[in-house]
C-alpha cells in the first residue's frame, strides 16, 4: 500500500525556520508536491519537484523555501526560512508515479496525498 506520512511540522516565532518530511513507501514519484491549507481556505500549491530536478514554487514562499527529493531515503523535504505568520497552514505531501505526470500546484494532478502536518507561525 502506498503510503505518504508528512512531519516535521510545529509551532514557531515570526522568522523562524521548519524543515517539513514526507516519507514516501512507494519511492520518489516523478512528481511530488507540497501543498497548504488554511481553515476556511482552499488548498494551496507551494512547491514541487519534477525528476529531472525541475522545482516550481508559488511566488509566496519564492526565496524563503526551498524543496528537494532523497531518492536514497524515500523522502521529500521541505525547508522554510523567514516564515510569516500567513505561512500558518497544514501542510501535505502529494505524488504522481504516473509516467506522464505534469506537477504543478492543481490538487488535480496528484493522485496520493499524506494526511498534513500543522505549522504555525506566531507573530
Known amino acids: 500500500q502506498v503510503q505518504l506520512v508528512e512531519s516535521g511540522g510545529g509551532s514557531v516565532q515570526v522568522g523562524g525556520s521548519l524543515r517539513l518530511s514526507c516519507a514516501a513507501s512507494?519511492?520518489?514519484?516523478?512528481?511530488m508536491g507540497w501543498f497548504r491549507q488554511a481553515p476556511g481556505k482552499e488548498r494551496e500549491g507551494v512547491a514541487d519537484i519534477r525528476r529531472s530536478g525541475l522545482t516550481r514554487y508559488a511566488n509566496f514562499v519564492k526565496g524563503r523555501f526551498t524543496v528537494s527529493a532523497d531518492n536514497a531515503k524515500n523522502t521529500l523535504s521541505l525547508e522554510m526560512n523567514s516564515l510569516k505568520p500567513e505561512d500558518t497552514a497544514m501542510y501535505y505531501c502529494?505524488?504522481?508515479?504516473?509516467?506522464?505526470?505534469?506537477?504543478?500546484?492543481?490538487?488535480?494532478?496528484?493522485?496520493?496525498w499524506g494526511q498534513g502536518t500543522q505549522v504555525t507561525v506566531s507573530s
Open positions: 512507494g519511492g520518489i514519484a516523478g512528481c
Open positions: 502529494a505524488a504522481d508515479w504516473s509516467i506522464w505526470c505534469s506537477g504543478g500546484f492543481s490538487t488535480q494532478n496528484y493522485k496520493y
